[in-house]
């Protein structure tokens, strides 16, 4: 039963810009990562978000809003090397990190 | 740098059977944490450890698994007996910290429960 929800699974063309949201519930909170895994591999940090707004890293990008519970990646100029899970997980404030169940992303050509 | 490795990364056992597995962190990270992943399912926390001491076990199953960190490096996380419902994958991660530093996870154990 974790308090956090991500969409299942997406699909979007190489070369197109993907928004993967997040929403969580949680009376404790320091921040938000993303991290993405591929299939049969370890989860691989992304992003960490712990104040309001939107943070770049080269393609792709972070958003977190504290008030509404709520976060997005955004992922641009797609390539086939994207398809993976990407894990949403927040931080509470008890040094613990829950992490959502993970968004299947798929790129087609 | 060496990653976090962890041995062995598949596992194929019969239940009832123990089984046992290993981590060696990233090289003065002070947290280490086992986590289960169930197919399509994110990491759930087992245990952490802050050195040798494991300060969150909350969520292990203590009637059959078990963890040490005796030097407050290397862990080993075991089952015993297992169970059909054990089979998944099992991640060691580290940290610097326990606080809000980035966790660097492991390959991971795929353990088969047949």
């Known amino acids: 039963g974790q308090n956090i929800d991500q969409p299942t699974e997406m699909t979007a063309t190489e070369g197109a810009i993907v928004q993967i949201n997040c929403t969580y519930q949680?009376?404790?909170?320091?921040?938000l990562f993303w991290y993405q895994q591929h299939a049969g591999e370890a989860p691989t940090f992304l992003s960490y978000n712990v104040l309001d707004g939107l943070e770049e890293k080269g393609r792709f990008s972070s958003f977190l809003s504290r008030s509404k519970g709520y976060s997005y990646l955004l992922l641009k100029e797609l390539q086939m090397k994207d398809s993976a899970s990407y894990l949403c997980a927040y931080h509470t404030g008890g040094f613990k990190t829950i992490f959502g169940a993970g968004t299947r992303l798929f790129v087609k050509a | 740098e060496a990653g976090v490795v962890q041995s062995p990364r598949y596992k194929i056992i019969e239940k009832k059977q123990p089984v046992a597995f290993w981590c060696n962190p990233i090289s003065g990270h002070n947290t280490l944490y086992w986590y289960r992943q169930n197919l399509g399912q994110g990491p759930e926390l087992l245990i952490r450890y802050e050195n040798e001491e494991a300060v969150d076990d909350s969520q292990l199953p203590k009637d059959r698994f078990s963890a040490e960190r005796l030097k407050g490096v290397d862990s080993t996380l075991k089952i015993q007996p297992a169970e059909l419902g054990d089979s998944a994958v099992y991640l060691c991660a580290s940290s610097a910290t326990g606080g809000e530093d980035t966790q660097y996870f492991g390959p991971g154990t795929r353990l088969t429960v047949l």
């Open positions: 949680t009376s404790g909170f320091n921040g």
